[in-house]
């Protein structure tokens, strides 16, 4: 009826923590004294209870049932159990031996399932146990509710997620400990990063604190063979690792070992310290999950370059396209390069993870990046060329894919055949991809928007769909020429010229090209600013007017030439703008102001003519050119096509900067297509605020792709319970900044840190910070740190813009300034290239700089060698 724990030799009548704590109390491990309710007595109350059958059919056909017919089984059964009386013998034992040998201590009940605590699943969490019971009704009433907590829904869940079947139980009563300090230890650090120590984490009080979440508790790593302790984290409320706290900490580590070595695992154990100071185990069982991720290696993350294009936290909205649209990128791209689909099928997982949100903003997965590139011929040398494309860290190299020596010669001839066929004819795939997107763009202009129905705006949606994940094949080859050639043709100059400054005469090579997509925009404004300085009365208007009253103004007569023109720039290219991509940014043609005070700017600054300063740098990118062939070969010799290094390396240079114009054209197209579907997305919120479903427009970015085309077709009632956490959630992400880089455990997010951090500008400043060197040259000038474009009309001319990443709508700005230094990017990202362009000494992947540096500080930037000094004021 009633079992001692320090008599249990079995676990098959009392589950595996009844007989763990059994063997450690017979062993004289510090253990609080206890008995166990056998499963024998559980069933006879499943029989009262006219159970029996009814479980045995759902344990049979578990792995059958929908989830629905499963939670209805789940309640009838927990009823039943509850509402069945207990033995009273079992009741009278209970209460003998309350009183009797505990005193009438207040206890816990626990449960002990058979199969509980197993190698392959623990159910840690999942079934129920009670605390602070002080007398018999509460005793009984917590041993059913422990009962029936085996057939709760997420037990039942669980089981049969881990193809297991829990059908006993034993219940463990023991007088509670009164600990003023808990805790969980790990002999082994779960998250495999620390493979050498033991991880700790404690609270004051209960240890039911910290294993229900309730508490932030400190967490600790210990030496496995010293013990030497390190606090990663304080926690909250408790106390401080004094020396005796850290002798106490050490007392449980060293507890943790030898139980580790007893039981020939590594150990899962709740411990507390009780009022008298001395260590007791509550509980201990293997630690199921740590030899696996032990054996998983880490994930690399990354915002390099896709912080550019998505710089803010994306909305649930944008996640649910941008996670599709990154896998079938690589997919497709596959596909078309020749790779097979039973290759592409082995490489499932890395395609479907390409990216993902750490505090809501996203990040590549470089680890999966890595291991798909790997896949290709080559691989190595296309992982080498996609960091220097991006701007991302080399990290370790993952395995590749095991293949045949003639299967791989099959699969290379395969591949190179594919991707030459691909590149013969990229001019026409960019001009596919143009034409596409501008009869989508034709067909979705925002006026037109308004008379669709609902229906039609999804068709829309979907038009916009196919287009992201079926048809950018044809942009994507833009993106790799322009990768490979680039790593290609740094290889092909860092061989010849070893000894020449490789990044200086890089960028030399690639700037001040001609009619780059992304310099028209530009120009245009730049023209609507001469306009300005030739109209006296439109000069005075912006010289001494507020935006917000000179787009008041533009409405008189008067100006009419000049509305008609800025309208004109509008409608061609107020699409372009900082977070262009982004779906929740407006743009200038929904809110011109950040456009007129930019054309304050080049009025008051009188800027210079970007067309001149863009042929200006390529007469110097045409010396240059000349000036390497030289060196490669001999006058003779340097126009033999194909023969001579120079004619190789003059073809080489001409396909790069070839597949940069033509990735441009290809980006453009891209922010019209973005700018078009936010006009979609908001029609339909528009619609759904009209109809009480949504409280502002805009709150249609929070829902998913799937749930906007479901709630068209009326399949969600309760639109507002899936709004308001996820505004709450988007709210604390924007107060957020992950670092640029991050290695987590698989499956593992990135958490802020609870603390708060130095501010870098309460420290010595740093003199010297080192990047990449993104254009050549060196200027020195004052700060301008602006975080946002919109507020880019405090930049004065000559200054140096500091900025912690670039799109193409800060181009309207570069032209202006000196130098730049931006914290993230890589030498292909798009400030990289607009510097180019215009001449801009500019050096990008600067990590903190626009914490390290403040306004108005004179800073050099040495274009050539990739660093920026700071000289103070």
Same mark, same amino acid.
């Given at each position: 009826?009633?079992?001692?724990?320090?008599?249990?030799?079995?676990?098959?009548?009392?589950?595996?923590?009844?007989?763990?704590?059994?063997?450690?109390?017979?062993?004289?491990?510090?253990?609080? /004294?206890?008995?166990?309710?056998?499963?024998? #007595?559980?069933?006879?109350?499943?029989?009262?209870?006219?159970?029996?059958?009814?479980?045995?059919?759902?344990?049979?056909?578990?792995?059958?049932?929908?989830?629905?017919?499963?939670?209805?089984?789940?309640?009838?059964?927990?009823?039943?159990?509850?509402?069945?009386?207990?033995?009273?013998?079992?009741?009278?034992?209970?209460?003998?031996?309350?009183?009797?040998?505990?005193?009438?201590?207040?206890?816990?009940?626990?449960?002990?399932?058979?199969?509980?605590?197993?190698?392959?699943?623990?159910?840690?969490?999942?079934?129920?146990?009670?605390?602070?019971?002080?007398?018999?009704?509460?005793?009984?009433?917590?041993?059913?509710?422990?009962?029936?907590?085996?057939?709760?829904?997420?037990?039942?869940?669980?089981?049969?997620?881990?193809?297991?079947?829990?059908?006993?139980?034993?219940?463990?009563? !023991?007088?509670?400990?009164?600990?003023?300090?808990?805790?969980?230890?790990?002999?082994?650090?779960?998250?495999?990063?620390?493979?050498?120590?033991?991880?700790?984490?404690?609270?004051?009080?209960?240890?039911?604190?910290?294993?229900?979440?309730?508490?932030?508790?400190?967490?600790?790593?210990?030496?496995?063979?010293?013990?030497?302790?390190?606090?990663?984290?304080?926690?909250?409320?408790?106390?401080?690792?004094?020396?005796?706290?850290?002798?106490?900490?050490?007392?449980?580590?060293?507890?943790?070992?030898?139980?580790?070595?007893?039981?020939?695992?590594?150990?899962?154990?709740?411990?507390?310290?009780?009022?008298?100071?001395?260590?007791?185990?509550?509980?201990?069982?293997?630690?199921? $999950?740590?030899?696996?991720?032990?054996?998983?290696?880490?994930?690399?993350?990354?915002?390099?370059?896709?912080?550019?294009?998505?710089?803010?936290?994306?909305?649930?909205?944008?996640?649910?396209?941008?996670?599709?649209?990154?896998?079938?990128?690589?997919?497709?791209?596959?596909?078309?390069?020749?790779?097979?689909?039973?290759?592409?099928?082995?490489?499932?997982?890395?395609?479907?993870?390409?990216?993902?949100?750490?505090?809501?903003?996203?990040?590549?997965?470089?680890?999966?990046?890595?291991?798909?590139?790997?896949?290709?011929?080559?691989?190595?040398?296309?992982?080498?060329?996609?960091?220097?494309?991006?701007?991302?860290?080399?990290?370790?190299?993952?395995?590749?894919?095991?293949?045949?020596? =003639?299967?791989?010669?099959?699969?290379?001839?395969?591949?190179?055949?594919?991707?030459?066929?691909?590149?013969?004819?990229?001019? $026409?795939?960019?001009?596919?991809?143009?034409?596409?997107?501008?009869?989508?763009?034709?067909?979705?202009?925002?006026?037109?928007?308004?008379?669709?129905?609902?229906?039609?705006?999804?068709?829309?949606?979907?038009?916009?769909?196919?287009?992201?994940?079926?048809?950018?094949?044809?942009?994507?080859?833009?993106?790799?020429?322009?990768?490979?050639?680039?790593?290609?043709?740094?290889?092909?100059?860092?061989?010849?010229?070893?000894?020449?400054?490789?990044?200086?005469?890089?960028?030399?090579?690639?700037?001040?090209?001609?009619?780059?997509?992304?310099?028209?925009?530009?120009?245009?404004?730049?023209?609507?600013?001469?306009?300005?300085?030739?109209?006296?009365?439109?000069?005075?208007?912006?010289?001494?007017?507020?935006?917000?009253?000179?787009?008041?103004?533009? !409405?008189?007569?008067?100006?009419?030439?000049?509305?008609?023109? =800025?309208?004109?720039?509008?409608?061609?290219?107020?699409?372009?703008?900082?977070?262009?991509?982004?779906?929740?940014?407006?743009?200038?043609?929904?809110?011109?102001?950040?456009?007129? $005070?930019?054309?304050?700017?080049?009025?008051?600054?009188?800027?210079?003519?970007?067309?001149?300063?863009?042929?200006?740098?390529?007469?110097?990118?045409?010396?240059?050119?000349? /000036?390497?062939?030289?060196?490669?070969?001999?006058?003779?010799?340097?126009? #033999?096509?194909?023969?001579?290094?120079?004619?190789?390396?003059?073809?080489?240079?001409?396909?790069?900067?070839?597949?940069?114009?033509?990735?441009?054209?290809?980006?453009?197209?891209?922010?019209?297509?973005?700018?078009?579907?936010?006009?979609?997305?908001?029609?339909?919120?528009?619609?759904?605020?009209?109809?009480?479903?949504?409280?502002?427009?805009?709150?249609?970015?929070?829902?998913?792709?799937?749930?906007?085309?479901?709630?068209?077709?009326?399949?969600?009632?309760?639109?507002?319970?899936?709004?308001?956490?996820?505004?709450?959630?988007?709210?604390? =992400?924007?107060?957020?900044?992950?670092?640029?880089?991050?290695?987590?455990?698989?499956?593992?997010?990135?958490?802020?840190?609870?603390?708060?951090?130095?501010?870098?500008?309460?420290?010595?400043?740093?003199?010297?910070?080192?990047?990449?060197?993104?254009?050549?040259?060196?200027?020195?000038?004052?700060?301008?740190?602006?975080?946002?474009?919109?507020?880019?009309?405090?930049?004065?001319?000559?200054?140096?813009?500091?900025?912690?990443?670039?799109?193409?709508?800060?181009?309207?700005?570069? =032209?202006?300034?000196?130098?730049?230094?931006?914290?993230?990017?890589?030498?292909?990202?798009?400030?990289?290239?607009?510097?180019?362009?215009?001449?801009?000494?500019?050096?990008?992947?600067?990590?903190?700089?626009?914490?390290?540096?403040?306004?108005?500080?004179?800073?050099?930037?040495?274009?050539?060698?990739? #660093?920026?000094?700071?000289?103070?004021?």
């Amino acid at each position: 009826m009633l079992l001692a724990l320090g008599r249990v030799n079995t676990a098959a009548d009392v589950g595996s923590k009844a007989f763990n704590l059994g063997q450690l109390e017979q062993r004289g491990w510090p253990t609080p /004294a206890g008995a166990v309710i056998p499963d024998t #007595v559980f069933q006879r109350h499943l029989a009262r209870a006219e159970l029996t059958a009814a479980i045995d059919d759902l344990c049979a056909h578990l792995d059958e049932l929908p989830d629905s017919e499963i939670k209805t089984a789940s309640a009838a059964i927990r009823a039943r159990i509850t509402a069945t009386e207990v033995e009273p013998e079992l009741l009278r034992a209970l209460t003998e031996t309350w009183q009797r040998e505990w005193q009438r201590r207040p206890l816990a009940v626990r449960s002990s399932a058979v199969g509980e605590d197993g190698a392959r699943a623990s159910f840690a969490g999942q079934l129920d146990s009670y605390l602070n019971i002080d007398d018999s009704a509460a005793l009984e009433t917590a041993v059913k509710a422990t009962w029936s907590s085996l057939f709760s829904l997420r037990v039942l869940l669980y089981a049969r997620h881990h193809r297991l079947r829990l059908r006993q139980m034993g219940v463990i009563v !023991q007088p509670q400990v009164d600990a003023r300090l808990s805790g969980v230890l790990f002999t082994r650090d779960p998250s495999g990063r620390h493979p050498e120590a033991m991880l700790v984490e404690y609270c004051a009080g209960l240890g039911e604190n910290v294993v229900a979440g309730r508490v932030t508790p400190a967490r600790l790593h210990v030496q496995r063979d010293d013990l030497a302790v390190t606090v990663d984290h304080p926690g909250e409320d408790t106390p401080a690792l004094d020396e005796d706290a850290r002798r106490t900490v050490q007392a449980i580590a060293r507890l943790g070992l030898e139980l580790e070595a007893d039981a020939g695992v590594a150990q899962d154990m709740e411990w507390c310290i009780d009022g008298a100071g001395e260590a007791v185990i509550v509980q201990a069982r293997p630690a199921t $999950r740590l030899a696996a991720a032990a054996d998983r290696p880490p994930v690399h993350w990354t915002n390099a370059n896709i912080a550019e294009n998505f710089p803010d936290p994306v909305s649930p909205f944008l996640f649910s396209l941008v996670k599709p649209g990154y896998s079938a990128y690589f997919r497709n791209l596959g596909l078309g390069f020749g790779v097979s689909r039973r290759r592409l099928a082995t490489m499932a997982r890395p395609l479907e993870d390409v990216v993902g949100l750490q505090g809501g903003h996203l990040y590549y997965n470089l680890s999966n990046i890595h291991a798909l590139l790997q896949m290709m011929p080559a691989g190595r040398q296309l992982v080498e060329y996609f960091n220097l494309f991006v701007g991302a860290d080399a990290i370790p190299a993952p395995p590749r894919a095991p293949l045949g020596p =003639f299967a791989r010669v099959v699969e290379t001839a395969r591949i190179a055949v594919s991707i030459l066929w691909q590149y013969l004819f990229i001019e $026409r795939h960019i001009r596919r991809f143009e034409q596409r997107v501008d009869e989508f763009a034709a067909a979705t202009r925002p006026p037109q928007l308004a008379g669709k129905s609902a229906g039609a705006l999804a068709a829309d949606l979907r038009g916009f769909l196919t287009i992201r994940l079926e048809q950018w094949n044809d942009a994507a080859l833009a993106d790799t020429a322009a990768m490979v050639c680039y790593g290609l043709l740094k290889a092909q100059l860092a061989r010849a010229l070893a000894d020449a400054d490789q990044s200086a005469l890089h960028n030399d090579l690639l700037k001040g090209l001609p009619n780059l997509a992304s310099a028209e925009p530009v120009t245009r404004l730049w023209e609507l600013s001469r306009r300005i300085e030739q109209d006296a009365a439109l000069r005075a208007l912006f010289d001494n007017a507020s935006a917000e009253e000179i787009l008041a103004q533009l !409405q008189e007569p008067s100006f009419a030439d000049f509305r008609r023109a =800025f309208s004109h720039y509008l409608k061609n290219w107020g699409f372009r703008s900082s977070g262009e991509l982004m779906l929740t940014t407006p743009t200038p043609q929904e809110d011109p102001l950040p456009v007129l $005070r930019l054309l304050q700017t080049y009025v008051r600054t009188r800027a210079p003519n970007p067309d001149e300063l863009t042929r200006g740098q390529g007469r110097e990118r045409e010396t240059a050119t000349a /000036a390497v062939a030289a060196r490669l070969s001999p006058a003779w010799w340097r126009w #033999v096509p194909l023969l001579s290094r120079a004619s190789r390396f003059r073809m080489l240079l001409a396909a790069t900067q070839g597949a940069i114009k033509l990735r441009e054209r290809a980006r453009m197209k891209q922010a019209l297509l973005y700018t078009r579907l936010r006009h979609i997305a908001l029609q339909l919120g528009e619609r759904w605020v009209a109809r009480g479903l949504l409280d502002r427009r805009d709150d249609v970015f929070l829902l998913t792709v799937d749930e906007v085309q479901t709630l068209v077709a009326g399949g969600i009632t309760d639109v507002a319970a899936l709004i308001a956490p996820r505004r709450e959630a988007q709210a604390g =992400f924007h107060a957020q900044q992950p670092p640029d880089r991050l290695v987590l455990a698989a499956g593992e997010q990135w958490q802020p840190a609870p603390t708060t951090r130095a501010d870098p500008a309460g420290a010595a400043p740093a003199q010297r910070l080192a990047g990449h060197g993104a254009c050549g040259g060196s200027a020195t000038g004052a700060a301008a740190v602006v975080l946002d474009v919109a507020h880019a009309d405090r930049v004065q001319a000559g200054q140096i813009l500091v900025t912690r990443q670039t799109d193409p709508g800060w181009a309207t700005v570069f =032209f202006l300034v000196r130098g730049l230094v931006i914290e993230r990017g890589g030498m292909l990202s798009h400030g990289a290239i607009i510097a180019r362009e215009y001449g801009i000494p500019a050096v990008v992947g600067v990590p903190q700089a626009t914490q390290l540096i403040h306004d108005g500080d004179q800073v050099r930037v040495d274009g050539d060698h990739g #660093v920026v000094e700071l000289n103070g004021r």
